[in-house]
């Protein structure tokens, strides 16, 4: 087996059994009524079908076009998706829940707008690396951030963030220019947060747990007992007490789901699948062609860390290292918005080992 072939294995393999195991997941909730099937297993299986269906389909599609195409197009995507983003504050579309405006619902079908915007980012400037505007990208990708911060959606502007430092590190942008801006965008970041009283409940839920069980630390006790119940061995699919006591516990807390009902072995498995991906997206940024292409570089830093910050956040949050934050798990957790935009992720990523093969042939 060849290196390409290895690598689109690294690649696509593991993405592949991670969305598997998150339709298990989903469609193992026992039933409850609900309006128009909502709140019924059957009708979240069948979304987090479509939603896989359509993500794999768009990576297809994405993979297809090839990366000379979409970095012709970046500035347009990312235009759109920075529409789509700022569309959460027209009336009718927008959804306001929790003091924020993160989703838009658009007649049977709602989602969040960040992912895509994300990803359009890590586009925009592997794009400019390529021969287009440099300084036009650095710019779009803060006000991408701060388009993220007036929803606010504190957690997607800080991955945001992070995707841009990587993308344009991975095209070869000095780092001695590049830390000292990404320190002080990140402290500026997080003291902003500290500004919502939503934030700070969450890190008072955080620090003791005990004192807020009416709170925010309700649901970081119910992750220490579901952390606790699956140490050993998992209590079954479907048997989980994360179910029933977590808010959202197939999209902000999957992992902690996976590791009570099907225990250490689910857990590590999880975490290889993401090892893997991460050795893929290496090997497809260290292929002869691209160690000689900065665009390919840059772009396959950004899509690493939009595919990889993410999990790693849910990862932290559901074993109790962070306070909850409200990251969802590419793949594995019911998000289909995410689960989209991962795809379209994945099919670039294949697109640039795919295109180093011809390159080299």
């Not at 012709?72 to 829940?97: K, M, T």
């Not at 699919?237 to 029933?244: D, I």
């Not at 290292?321 to 992720?345: C, K, N």
Request: glycine residues 14%.
């Amino acid at each position: 087996m060849g290196r390409r072939a290895v690598t689109l294995c690294l690649l696509l393999v593991p993405a592949v059994g991670l969305g598997a195991l998150g339709l298990v997941m989903v469609a193992a909730a026992p039933p409850h009524p609900g309006a128009a099937g909502v709140g019924a297993s059957a009708h979240f299986a069948a979304r987090q079908l479509v939603g896989l269906g359509c993500g794999a389909a768009l990576g297809v599609v994405v993979a297809r076009l090839g990366t000379r195409r979409l970095y012709a197009a970046a500035p347009y995507v990312f235009l759109a998706a920075l529409a789509i983003a700022l569309a959460v504050f027209v009336p009718g579309l927008g959804v306001r829940a929790g003091g924020a405006r993160r989703w838009i619902r658009l007649g049977p079908l709602s989602g969040g707008a960040a992912p895509f915007l994300i990803g359009a980012v890590a586009l925009f400037i592997a794009a400019a690396r390529a021969g287009g505007p440099r300084r036009l990208a650095a710019a779009g990708a803060l006000l991408a951030v701060l388009a993220l911060v007036i929803e606010p959606d504190f957690s997607a502007a800080a991955i945001a963030l992070a995707v841009a430092f990587a993308a344009l590190a991975g095209g070869g942008v000095a780092g001695r220019r590049l830390l000292p801006a990404a320190g002080v965008l990140l402290i500026a970041l997080g003291f902003g947060a500290t500004r919502f009283g939503y934030v700070e409940n969450r890190i008072r839920g955080f620090r003791a747990p005990q004192s807020d069980r009416r709170g925010k630390g309700f649901e970081v006790l119910a992750l220490a007992h579901a952390n606790a119940a699956g140490a050993a061995h998992g209590v079954g699919l479907g048997h989980g007490s994360a179910r029933h006591r977590l808010s959202s516990p197939a999209s902000d807390y999957a992992f902690a789901l996976v590791g009570e009902e099907l225990g250490p072995a689910a857990r590590f498995g999880v975490l290889g699948a993401w090892l893997a991906i991460g050795a893929g997206v290496v090997l497809a940024a260290r292929a002869p062609g691209a160690r000689r292409d900065p665009a390919a570089r840059s772009l396959c830093a950004g899509l690493g860390t939009a595919l990889g910050a993410p999990a790693a956040l849910h990862l932290a949050v559901c074993r109790g290292w962070l306070p909850i934050i409200g990251v969802t798990m590419p793949l594995v957790s019911y998000d289909p918005a995410l689960t989209l935009a991962s795809g379209a992720e994945l099919g670039l990523l294949a697109a640039i080992v795919l295109e180093q093969g011809v390159r080299r042939a």
